[in-house]
């Protein structure tokens, strides 16, 4: 949904969706983790656009373009959720790239962002992917008192073995000697010219929600087909087989 250089915010309504989403690999590890929405938004569930009709008389000079309209947003629907492999990315994300600009900032009432169905998930437990627009993606800061340093470490000594744990540690400085939060920089020059103003926070992370995940297998769900063969003899240019 989104072009090269441009930030959008991809999310999924359940942990296993957003890891399938993701591809991994068997062996890889996935952090996930739970945001909370703290302002509203307007998004628009491309599921929906499944179910559009329309009713009228073929007498009406309207209703052939409406039913024409009709016919054009389910097949957005299916080609803005249907799985793309890896190779063809670059191209055939294009038109969705430039269907989820327009949506963006030319329609109107504006949107924030899209629902759609996960093309990565078993049909039919209602995983959904959540994209936030750049301008609706910013996630609210961490708020850490002045000067604290903050390290995180994957592994750690057990029985005398090691073993995997994450861990985050904040190291936070006394009050009496933590540095100002305004840097020596800032205080100079934001007297010169107007500073970037950073877009209204949409979603703020849960710290205690974050985990990490090592990729152990895959499941796959398929739908086998049966191969049939023919084989007829040739006997002039007009036969075919049956």
């Known amino acids: ?27 890889s590890w996935v952090a996930t983790a739970r945001f909370e929405i703290i302002r509203p938004l307007r998004l628009l569930d491309l599921s929906a656009l499944n179910s559009v009709t329309q009713h009228g008389s073929i007498f009406d000079q309207g209703f052939t373009r409406r039913l024409e309209f009709a016919v054009f947003l389910r097949t957005l629907s299916q080609r803005m959720t249907r799985p793309i492999m890896p190779d063809d990315e670059a ?22 962002g899209i629902i759609f169905p996960s093309s990565q998930a078993q049909a039919g437990d209602g ?53 100002s939060k305004t840097s020596e920089f800032l205080s100079e ?3 010169r010219g107007p500073r970037f103003s950073a877009p209204e ?9 974050v985990r990490v995940h090592l990729v152990r297998g895959v499941e796959l769900d398929t739908k086998e087909h049966g191969v049939r063969r023919w084989r007829w003899e040739k006997a002039g240019d007009d036969d075919i087989p049956f």
């Open 201 to 209: 926070p949409t979603l703020r992370i849960d710290l205690q929600s």
């Open 91 to 112: 191209f055939d994300y294009l038109a969705t790239q430039a269907i989820a600009d327009f949506l963006a900032t030319e329609n109107d009432p504006p949107l924030d």
């Open 127 to 179: 995983a959904l992917n959540f994209v936030l627009f750049h301008k609706s993606a910013s996630v609210e800061s961490v708020e850490l008192p002045a000067g604290t340093n903050v390290e995180a470490r994957s592994d750690g000594l057990a029985d005398d073995e090691w073993e995997t744990e994450y861990v985050v540690t904040e190291e936070v400085t006394p009050p009496e000697k933590a540095p």
């Open 189 to 191: 020059h934001e007297t």
């Open 1 to 27: 949904m989104n072009a090269n250089g441009i930030s959008v915010f991809y999310g999924a309504n359940a942990p296993k969706a957003a890891i399938a989403e993701v591809r991994p690999p068997v062996g």
